[in-house]
T-cell receptor, first 109, second 114 residues
Framework: DAKTTQPTSMDCAEGRAANLPCNHS???????VYWYRQIHSQGPQYIIH???NNETNEMASLIITEDRKSSTLILPHATLRDTAVYYC??????????FGTGTRLTIIP | EPEVTQTPSHQVTQMGQEVILRCVPI?????FYWYRQILGQKVEFLVS????????KSEIFDDQFSVERPDGSNFTLKIRSTKLEDSAMYFC????????????FGDGTRLSIL
């Protein structure tokens, strides 16, 4: 489980793209980057993951730099329901997850 | 889309009593986990379970805790003699055999110890 660093908080206007950065400079060659979020006290929700190629699904896009030392989660059209704490992790999917502070994203009407 | 389901959503128990929290993981998943979140704090790992045995556990997961997969669908967390400090949200998660696949979480059980 490589260490990751994220900004503590971010704001984004409703309808705009939210870009959440994450640094994972110690990631090993076969570890994936995973993004989860927790809305209020709900269960953590998986968003997206990737190894080295950019990925897109119905929730978000994931851009991973070529050196794999950082990534950006993009929510293309943020809504108020996207207000949550977002966690970036780099490990294997079946390893225990450790939730640090993450990025508290606030979507502003 | 398949989901992890947890029951009950809220459990109120007297201190010292035993409690069992239940989870139904996604059907083709083979890795199972329990996490907890004390109010206002971060989500903490408790235990992971694979191939009918504990694969890893945290310091929190002491002798008062146990896990079981009693049949092909349920995964349970038992706390033998509950303490006030066990009050928390308990989340179950599961993941597929492919180690690259992510974990999927249930909505949690809120455990309140009186």
């Amino acid at each position: 489980d490589a260490k990751t660093t994220q900004p503590t908080s971010m704001d984004c206007a409703e309808g705009r793209a939210a870009n959440l950065p994450c640094n994972h400079s110690t990631i090993s060659g076969n570890e994936y980057v995973y993004w989860y979020r927790q809305i209020h006290s709900q269960g953590p929700q998986y968003i997206i993951h990737g190894l080295k190629n950019n990925e897109t699904n119905e929730m978000a896009s994931l851009i991973i730099t070529e050196d794999r030392k950082s990534s950006t989660l993009i929510l293309p059209h943020a809504t108020l329901r996207d207000t949550a704490v977002y966690y970036c992790r780099s490990n294997f999917g079946n390893e225990k997850l450790t939730f640090g502070t993450g990025t508290r994203l606030t979507i502003i009407p | 889309e398949p989901e992890v389901t947890q029951t009950p959503s809220h459990q109120v128990t007297q201190m010292g009593q035993e409690v069992i929290l239940r989870c139904v993981p996604i059907s083709n998943h083979l890795y199972f986990y329990w996490y907890r979140q004390i109010l206002g704090q971060k989500v903490e790992f408790l235990v992971s379970f694979y191939n009918n045995e504990i694969s890893e556990k945290s310091e929190i997961f002491d002798d008062q805790f146990s896990v079981e997969r009693p049949d092909g669908s349920n995964f349970t967390l038992k706390i033998r003699s509950t303490k006030l400090e066990d009050s928390a949200m308990y989340f179950c998660a599961s993941s597929a055999i492919d180690s690259r696949k992510p974990q999927h979480f249930g909505d949690g059980t809120r455990l309140s110890i009186l």
